[in-house]
């Protein structure tokens, strides 16, 4: 989508949001390269922060290129947030009902559309207790990459999380002094081996795995420092809580759980 369609609404986020955003914090840029100047593409991306998809579409929007998000459908209920979501053409999740399949169709007609869907495949904010990208808890990405075999780019961002913490609350906000946002886009990824294979649970797995490995790749570039060799997986991590709580082992069940307090993200 070319900057003269980026549309009436998008424009008016902007205006709003993007004052304040260059205030409270610096931006550290990279790989905007990356994003495809024409046609329909996918964007995967981590989540580590309740503003992170500002600090995303804000570098997003600079290239000309404004994302579609998947969202909560209660986000597009009345006020002034629902209209913005209307109208900025996001794409509305009805989780556990026959309209889920919705959000899917949307997806697809968009990028065959030419635009840009933005996907989180960890599906809430991650739990890693170092702040590294979860194992991929939604099949949702790969699914419409292997239906349109659009391009798909990596992004991984940090610099949200240190201001506004996974979970926080008001007090635990640190705005100041303040932080630099990083968003980094990587080359598009190379998923041709998979197109012709029947898109079963165990070949979406796999799909997205190599999705969530390049924006993890991405992110220890932006910390300069190796991801570690395993990703944390919050449902292991639950499930070897709930076991230590039935054998009496509170230090199993404090350590596997440790990072599962907060309110599950939309």
Do not use: C, S, Y
């Given at each position: 989508m070319s900057r003269h369609k980026v549309g009436f609404w998008y424009r008016l986020a902007a205006v709003v949001l993007k004052p304040p955003l260059v205030v409270l914090f610096k931006r550290d840029?990279?790989?905007m390269e990356h994003i495809p100047a024409e046609s329909g593409f996918i964007t995967v991306v981590n989540h580590n922060s309740h503003i992170d998809p500002l600090s995303y579409a804000h570098f997003q929007f600079n290239t000309g290129r404004v994302p579609?998000?998947?969202?909560?459908?209660g986000l597009f209920k009345g006020g002034v947030v629902g209209a913005v979501m209307r109208g900025?053409?996001?794409i509305p999740v009805y989780r556990e009902s026959t309209d889920a399949v919705g959000a899917f169709r949307a997806a697809v007609d968009a990028i065959n559309s030419g635009e840009c869907v933005a996907f989180y495949p960890e599906g809430t904010i991650t739990r890693?207790?170092?702040m590294w990208p979860m194992a991929g808890g939604k099949s949702g990405a790969a699914r419409v990459a292997l239906l349109t075999r659009a391009p798909v780019i990596p992004v991984a961002q940090w610099g949200a999380n240190l201001a506004v913490p996974p979970y926080a609350k008001l007090k635990?906000?640190?705005l100041f002094p303040r932080k630099t946002l990083t968003?980094?886009?990587g080359p598009p990824l190379d998923l041709s081996a998979y197109y012709d294979k029947e898109p079963t649970a165990e070949v979406l797995r796999e799909v997205t795995d190599v999705m969530m490995d390049a924006v993890t790749e991405q992110?220890?570039?932006?910390r300069g420092e190796p991801a570690p060799a395993e990703r944390y997986d919050h449902r292991k991590a639950v499930a070897r809580r709930r076991a230590g709580a039935r054998r009496g082992d509170g230090a199993v069940a404090r350590g596997a759980?440790?990072?599962d307090e907060g309110k599950k993200d939309a």
């Open positions: 840029w990279r790989g579609r998000f998947l969202a909560k459908n900025t053409g996001q890693d207790p170092e635990q906000l640190r968003v980094r886009a992110l220890a570039g932006i759980g440790q990072h």
